[in-house]
Structures are given as C-alpha cells and as structure tokens.
C-alpha cells in the first residue's frame, strides 16, 4: 500500500494544494514497515489534478493537514482514503503513527 504525505521542508505540509512535493511511502500492510520512499514533484496544482496523479502513483491513503470537502470528495472517486487534521511532522512519523493506530489528528486546517 502506498500513503502520500505532502510535504514542505521536510514535513506535512498543511495545506496539501500548496506543498512543494509528496512523500510517497509504500508500506507492508501484513507487518506495518515502512518499505520504501520517494519523493515526487505533483504536477501544477488545479481542481482534479492531484487526486488522478496520485491515484496513477498508486496511493491509496493521503495524510493532509488540511482539505477542502470537494478534493475530499475526488480523492474519494479515485479510491485514495483521506486523513485530515495531520500534524506538521515528518512522513515517516506520521506513517508510522496511522499504521499503529496512533495518528491524532485535529480539526480540517482548510476552510473551503
């Protein structure tokens, strides 16, 4: 399975729409180890974009800080599971943490 974390200087960046690159980190859903991680460049941010290229980069979960109800709504139609209300940490540590059970998340970061 395959998790995406966008990223900004080397954490979750709050906003997923505005972030410099995702973390792309694939996971053995049977032990729960991180085992492997690359990092992408998304391509230009616009309504639809991202949830169809991270659906090709074979995501199936997203952790975001923050995001609005309609790319919720598309990352949904593309089979891709969101997490909001992520921490400001390194992917790795937030993977770790949603793999364990252990993410705590707060309110959506993003107002539209």
Known sequence: MTIAIPVV??????????????ALIEVDETTKKVTSRQ?????????????RWLHEQGVR??????????AQALFAEN???VVV??????PETLVERHLEGRLVT????CDH
Do not use: S
């Open 9 to 22: 200087e080397g954490k979750l960046c709050m906003h997923f729409g505005h972030c410099e690159q995702f």
């Open 39 to 51: 990092m992408r460049t998304p391509p230009p941010h616009a309504p639809g974009v991202l949830p």
């Open 61 to 70: 979960v997203i952790i975001a800080g923050g995001m609005g109800h309609r």
């Open 79 to 81: 089979g891709i599971t």
């Open 85 to 90: 209300g992520a921490p400001a940490e390194p």
């Open 106 to 109: 707060g309110p959506n970061v």
